[in-house]
């Protein structure tokens, strides 16, 4: 995914969007667009997790097996591959391990 855009897609969200050839499913622009979203999402999700913690006090793991279903849900907007993109990143972000998440990558 080399062109004049000056963001760089990581391998990670990549291969979510890649066959078992390495190849993209989707035009590298589009990979783009999508990438964003979901790096904006999980970002935007930080001060959601944090705050479910301090109030709430469930585990990490709880949180983000919570934030993952509702990623999944079908008014979400992004693909159930996406939805376990962000929450992994989302766990990066707080520096929470990041626990197995239920459905298919």
């Not at 479910?52 to 469930?58: F, G, I, K, R, S």
């Not at 919570?66 to 849900?73: D, M």
């Not at 993109?85 to 520096?95: F, G």
């Amino acid at each position: 995914m080399h062109d004049d855009n000056q963001i760089l897609v990581p391998p990670s969200f990549i291969a979510v969007h890649s066959d078992a050839r390495s190849r993209l499913r989707e035009r590298a622009d589009v990979v783009r667009q999508r990438y964003e979203l979901c790096e904006d999402l999980a970002s935007h999700l930080v001060e959601q997790a944090q705050t479910l913690y301090h109030v709430q006090a469930p585990s990490e793991s709880a949180i983000l097996r919570s934030i993952h279903a509702g990623l999944r849900s079908d008014d979400a907007g992004i693909a159930a591959a996406e939805a376990t993109w962000v929450v992994m990143r989302l766990a990066e972000l707080l520096q929470w391990p990041c626990p197995a998440l239920d459905g298919p990558d």
